[in-house]
């Protein structure tokens, strides 16, 4: 099935529950989304999954208050019962007066994120695709993981002449290979899934895992630091949550909202949202039919703006930038196409220039610490290596660290020229990732050292 339900079907149920209302300001929004899913692990598929779910959001506007319900389901009738909800909830006691009016008609930039390869290829093909996967096994090297493609449809109307369709579809592919004492990882992701090459990911994280026979146990401290893709993309995504929305501004946890036009990075850097780059998981508007703009966050070092959505817009006296996720997803605007320009340089280069440090694959269990200074804490996982004098000489042992991310991006020593798309995280049902290069970092600290 190339849609869960097509537009004329979606937009037309959005429609008629529009004609139904009985206050002047509405807003439906219709998500309909097909997920396929081969979990793996041992190099043995043990879940396989397909989920198709068609969900509703209503907002009415009434007496100055919003009322929100949601519904999951093609029923007309269940939707106008959805409708009536968020009316009578718009007049409890404590509806929220979060906006004055609903979006009215703005352009939107053309752009169409579907793959038909994406959309249209089943279970069973992808299973194939994981089984090609396994073939790369060495050395008794056992593969864990995931396969994931998503077609999705936005459509969003309201009764000012909102109606906005949109599809686009979205795919990854992950693995840890284990020999059972070391690991390795890697990953692919992109709109086509036909981009995605198994073999690669397979090559990629057999070769993080069989590297050494053994590794070393190093002491905690600030070291010199290559972080791979997965890595940067993982600092930014929990960047993005304290820093890049106007909810956090507003909270005074936000160091972007703190220090707009200082300087908080190092010159070569610079973070963007634009949700219509094609080489990511692009959606030109959000759920409120405001068209998304690219947002800058950081200019080469220098702290910009951050994404807002009506209501934050609204309290902040600025323009929403097309950044709104549904209702029901409590962290007000985020942004979902997060990027970090690219530089000059190799990963060859980089390690050549290194005289003692470390290579890290990724990390994992991310806490935030200090919101304010971007205070993190995690570990390292799947491929931690030491760097001397220019060359790769031994695994070593995994790292729990407490950093600061804007530190870390402060002492930048270099950027390689490639970029990586990563996928994050699901946000408001959204899937969201990280376009991002390698990066060399002077400094980076790591607080406590294990045994594994």
Known sequence: MVEVVGEQELVHLIEQGLSVAKVPQVEIVGLSKLLRVIRFANSTIHQPMEERNVSFFIRVLKDGKVGFSSVNGLDPKVLEEAIKRAEKNASLPQATPLIDRFADPKPVKSTDGYFEATGTTGSEALEEKVKQLFLRSKKGVSFAGVFWTMGAELAVANSNGVKLYHRWTSANCQTVATTGEFSGFSAQASPDVTKIKPEEIGDSAVERAIRFSESRELPPGEYECLLEEYAVAELLLYLSHMAFS???????????????????????????????????????????????????????????????????????????????????????????????????????????????????????????????KTMVTGMTRDGVFLVENGEVVARVKNFRFTESILRAFTHVKAISKERKLVATDMDGGFPSAVLCPKVLVEKFTFTGSTKF
């Open 246 to 372: 106007a909810d956090s501004v507003e909270e005074g946890r936000s160091i972007i909202g703190m220090k707009k036009g200082e300087r908080v990075a190092h010159e070569s850097v610079s973070f963007w949202d634009d949700g219509t780059n094609p080489l990511t998981f692009r959606i030109p508007f959000d759920v409120e039919g405001v068209p998304r703009k690219k947002v800058t966050f950081i200019n080469k070092g220098i702290a910009a703006d951050v994404v807002h959505d009506l209501s934050t817009a609204k309290r902040t006296g600025a323009e929403s930038t097309g950044h709104a996720l549904p209702q029901d997803y409590s962290e007000g605007p985020l942004p979902l196409h997060v990027e970090m320009g690219s530089g000059t340089s190799t990963k060859p280069d980089m390690i050549r220039s290194m005289k003692r440090g470390l290579l890290v694959t990724r990390f994992h269990y991310i806490r935030e610490v200090h919101p304010l």
